[in-house]
């Protein structure tokens, strides 16, 4: 198979693995992860073909669905050798893989090549804006976390294991991480992006506690 082959025979198969999740890591979150990670690598030059695989594959080993602490890519290892690549584009690919995930505010990222600086970019750039929101009460559903508890404070984890082990109410995760990632962008272009849709996220939660509070209640007169 040629590069494109391999591209669209990935697709197809994480598609098909991710067609039921209801947690705001299904096929089209991949998908959106996909094509901005290719946007990016026009601008940046990169090595599409390894940026390609590691967004489509970068959830399959995600330690929040298969119980790992590390995120050993032992799946997309298996699909990538059985595709009969070279060992160095599957190794590429699975180092992307097995660092990609936030893991704690004060956690530091093992990113190492600018093809996983793209990636990374455009999975943190899904999780921010109006689609970062979605994803985040979709998330918390899924986890059975309560939207908003206001005798939870939030906590910036300083570890993985600390990270991996909070449960805390949605609105607490905004503050954990998502209002964190724009200043963690890796890549020019999703600095950029990432300003605009942090400011939604930052209109969207003075909102919600101004409705929280009753802030926006004007009485009678």
């Known amino acids: ?12 198969y994480i598609k098909q693995e991710f067609s039921g999740d209801s947690s705001g890591h299904d096929w089209w979150h991949i998908y959106r992860v996909w094509q901005t990670a290719l946007h990016i690598c ?3 030059k990169a090595d599409a073909f390894i940026v390609q695989l590691a967004a489509l594959l970068h959830d399959l080993d995600d330690w929040k669905f298969n119980d790992s602490d590390d995120e ?15 060992p160095s584009t599957t190794d590429a690919v ?7 995930s936030y893991k704690g505010a004060g956690v530091e990222n093992k990113i190492d090549s600018l093809e996983g600086f793209i ?9 921010i804006g109006a689609i970062g929101i979605a994803r985040a009460f979709a998330y918390g559903g899924y986890k059975n976390r309560p939207l908003y508890d206001p005798t939870s404070s939030p906590q910036l984890h300083t570890s993985f294991e600390q990270y991996k082990n909070s449960n805390s109410d949605t609105i607490n995760h905004f503050h954990e991480k998502l209002l964190l990632l724009k200043d963690k962008m890796n890549t020019a272009a999703a ?22 509070r009753n802030a ?3 009485p009678p007169t």
């Open 1 to 12: 198979m040629n590069e494109q082959e391999i591209i669209q025979e990935t697709a197809d």
């Open 42 to 44: 026009e601008h940046e």
């Open 72 to 86: 050993t890519p032992l799946r997309a290892q298996g699909w990538l050798e059985s595709l009969s690549l070279d």
């Open 94 to 100: 699975c180092r992307i893989i097995k660092h990609i």
């Open 119 to 127: 990636v990374q970019d455009a999975d943190r750039l899904d999780a």
């Open 191 to 212: 600095k950029r992006i990432a300003e605009g849709r942090h400011e939604v996220m930052a209109q969207f939660l003075k909102q919600f506690m101004d409705e929280i």
């Open 216 to 218: 926006d209640f004007s």
